[in-house]
């Protein structure tokens, strides 16, 4: 590959992961994420169709993108997703494409998922408990997500990781039980901390806790030995002593890793986010529904690669980022 032809930001950072949210809608209203009652989605003539998001990640590609994660809102709505996959994992020069989903549709989807090219898979999953999980994603079933769950795991996804939102009163008491259920599955377990986003931002800010005290205590019970595994991007990941199980802890806010972040993030709509806590984006679609060619398109790719901030402003400003986390994808 022609190196100059690389997307490097102001900082030096090569962009190489593109995360797309194929769509805004879910299937779940977590707390955290879509407050209940929410409507105002995007409408499906503005969505970008799996023609056009074909064209923006083989430009990507050309320059030097390889890892693409399928993300949304809930990705398993989209109604093509499997096409979509399968156009995506064509594209020469892509050698990574996971997806991030809730589950709540995976039984029915992960062999096709698996045979389209999609081979790591996260998945959502706060609770275990049925009446805890119902609340916390506004109807949800965990039945229907412990079965996706054994579906992917025998379409041969691997790693399956579970991707745990840790909050005060609501599920902090039982992350030993998620953790001890992951170990015995075979599941990596990653915990999130609470971003203030959207108009969720202030009940994300009154559950947040920082992700140390919840390390110290797992300590306190399990060996942890810090470990380093492969893509293994914003998490921190320990080996459990005896074992090969991990557990990640992603800490947007306590210890904030924007220095390697080498990720954007499309959104349905065509918008290019350069920075999840941070309100950049960069219009693709007119462009690509003008007719503009690919020089054309590297040169709007790389001016949206230069509106990339050095490091986001949750801290500074946790009530500034306005829009919903559906329409970024996490
Ligand atoms: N529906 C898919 C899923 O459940 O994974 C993909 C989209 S979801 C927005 C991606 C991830 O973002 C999920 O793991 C979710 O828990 C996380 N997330 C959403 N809102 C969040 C918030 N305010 N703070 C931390 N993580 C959040």
Same mark, same amino acid.
């Given at each position: 590959m022609n190196r100059e032809n690389n997307l490097t930001d102001r900082y030096g950072r090569h962009i190489r992961y593109l995360r797309i949210? *194929?769509?805004? /809608?879910?299937d779940l209203r977590c707390q955290y994420c879509l407050p209940s009652g929410f409507t105002d989605f995007s409408e499906p003539e503005g969505w970008l169709s799996a023609g056009e998001i074909e064209r923006i990640v083989n430009q990507f590609s050309r320059m030097g993108v390889n890892h693409l994660r399928l993300t949304g809102g809930?990705? #398993? *709505? /989209? /109604?093509?997703i499997v096409e979509l996959a399968q156009r995506l994992s064509a594209?020469?020069?892509?050698d990574d494409l996971s997806i991030s989903t809730n !589950?709540?549709? =995976? !039984?029915? =989807?992960a062999v096709p998922l698996h045979r389209a090219g999609v081979r790591r898979i996260n998945v959502s999953l706060d609770s275990l408990n049925p009446a805890t999980y119902k609340v916390i994603t506004g109807g949800g079933r965990l039945e229907k997500v412990l079965q996706g769950l054994e579906a992917a795991k025998e379409a041969g996804f691997a790693p399956v990781k579970l991707n745990t939102v840790v909050m005060r009163g609501v599920n902090d008491g039982e992350i030993e039980d998620i953790f001890e259920f992951a170990v015995a599955k075979g599941y990596t377990l990653r915990l999130i901390e609470t971003m203030p986003v959207g108009a969720t931002g202030q009940d994300a800010q009154d559950r947040f806790i920082d992700l140390e005290t919840i390390r110290k205590r797992l300590a306190s019970r399990y060996e942890l030995i810090p470990d380093i595994l492969p893509g293994a991007g914003p998490a921190r990941y320990y080996r459990v002593a005896g074992s090969h199980a991990h557990i990640g802890f992603i800490t947007p806010l306590s $210890? +904030?890793?924007? $220095?390697t972040c080498n990720r954007v993030r499309l959104s349905v709509e065509g918008d290019l986010f350069?920075? =999840?806590?941070?309100?950049h984006r960069y219009p693709l679609r007119p462009h690509l529904r003008a007719g503009c060619g690919d020089e054309a398109l590297s040169h709007h790719l790389r001016k949206a690669i230069d #509106?990339?901030?050095?490091? +986001?402003e949750f801290n500074d400003?946790?009530?500034? %980022? %306005? /829009?919903?986390m559906s329409t970024t994808g996490g």
């Open positions: 949210s *194929v769509t805004d /809608r879910c809930e990705p #398993l *709505v /989209r /109604r093509d594209i020469p020069g892509i !589950a709540i549709r =995976l !039984a029915r =989807l $210890q +904030h890793f924007c $220095q350069t920075c =999840l806590g941070d309100e #509106l990339k901030p050095e490091s +986001h400003q946790p009530t500034r %980022v %306005v /829009r919903f």
